[in-house]
């Protein structure tokens, strides 16, 4: 979708045009968090700020910007895509493109755990802050909550999450806080334990950080056990979508009443047949018959 002149436009007025970003900013026209059908659809893209840029069996496909605001923009051109995820240098070349009028953005808060780091679950937040959020007319915050009891990197990033999700709730934004548990194995490694307990603790946890969860959004692993660990709380939830979700999906979290869409990344917008437009289809088509399910 983007063209060469359109390229050297973007590299243009990043040299030469930096105010065009808070320009963009105040132009973006928005819109109500739920569609009418009160679901919410969107593609994530903050991933390469975390040094995480293997996608479709390519370890750097992601480090490609061209590419990745390429498939962004075909992922956002379906009507069905209620907007994205993002860090801010993600966010503000959608916006010089004019690829977010009337779309959710969600700004992406912390990144500072960087893939494979010594330090990666004390998660520091180096992008957005729940301030900028507010002066930029973002509909809300997403922060990363990984849980790992052996690891005291947990409680710092504990706590600034709690921190943000007040100061987000007092500007009357959205937090989205995304709570996974941990393990690390033999070798060191992390493995997100994905077992039904596992995650209800999690939720439980993620529920009550903060002065009020009013606007507190969780965003969640598509559940096994939908039932044990959605029914750990009230909030409202997005679930990650994708093929290898797909079979959790269809058991049943899309039905939930507390989950009100889907999130959907790197598996989606690097499709093994490289076609992106068909990819997000599906699973907005997924997530349309879930909530036709429900309302039956």
């Not at 243009?12 to 026209?29: G, I, K, L, N, S």
């Not at 490609?64 to 995820?85: K, S, T």
């Not at 009028?101 to 937040?125: P, Q, T, Y």
């Not at 729940?130 to 409680?155: C, E, F, H, P, W």
Request: net charge negative; charged share 20%; aromatic share 4%.
């Amino acid at each position: 979708m983007i063209t060469d002149t359109q390229w050297r436009e973007l590299l243009h007025t990043r040299a030469f045009e930096p105010e065009a970003v808070r320009a963009a900013y105040a132009a973006r026209r928005r819109r109500p968090l739920l569609g009418p059908g009160g679901t919410l659809f969107l593609v994530a893209a903050d991933h390469p700020a975390r040094g995480a840029l293997g996608a479709g069996g390519e370890p750097t496909a992601m480090a490609d910007r061209r590419a990745l605001l390429d498939r962004l923009l075909i992922a956002l051109d379906d009507p069905a895509v209620d907007g994205v995820l993002g860090t801010p240098d993600v966010i503000e070349e959608l916006l010089l493109f004019h690829g977010l009028h009337d779309k959710i953005v969600i700004g992406s808060m912390n990144r500072g755990g960087l893939a494979g780091a010594d330090w990666e679950i004390d998660d520091r937040f180096t992008a957005y802050d729940a301030q900028s959020i507010v002066d930029y007319g973002l509909d809300g915050g997403k922060m990363l909550l990984r849980l790992v009891n052996s690891d005291q990197g947990t409680a710092p990033t504990l706590h600034a999450c709690a921190r943000a999700v007040s100061e987000l709730a007092a500007a009357g934004v959205m937090a989205m806080v995304e709570p996974l548990p941990y393990e690390r194995d033999d070798a060191g490694r992390l493995v997100l334990q994905d077992d039904a307990a596992s995650l209800a603790r999690a939720v439980t946890i993620a529920s009550g950080i903060g002065r009020t969860s009013a606007y507190t959004w969780l965003k969640l692993p598509a559940p096994a056990d939908p039932e044990t660990v959605l029914g750990a709380t009230t909030l409202p939830c997005l679930v990650l979508g994708g093929p290898e979700a797909d079979v959790s999906l269809r058991g049943g979290a899309l039905r939930h009443p507390v989950v009100r869409g889907l999130v959907v990344g790197r598996t989606l917008l690097y499709p093994e047949d490289g076609d992106v437009a068909t990819a997000v289809a599906g699973a907005a088509s997924l997530l349309q018959s879930a909530r036709e399910e429900i309302t039956a």
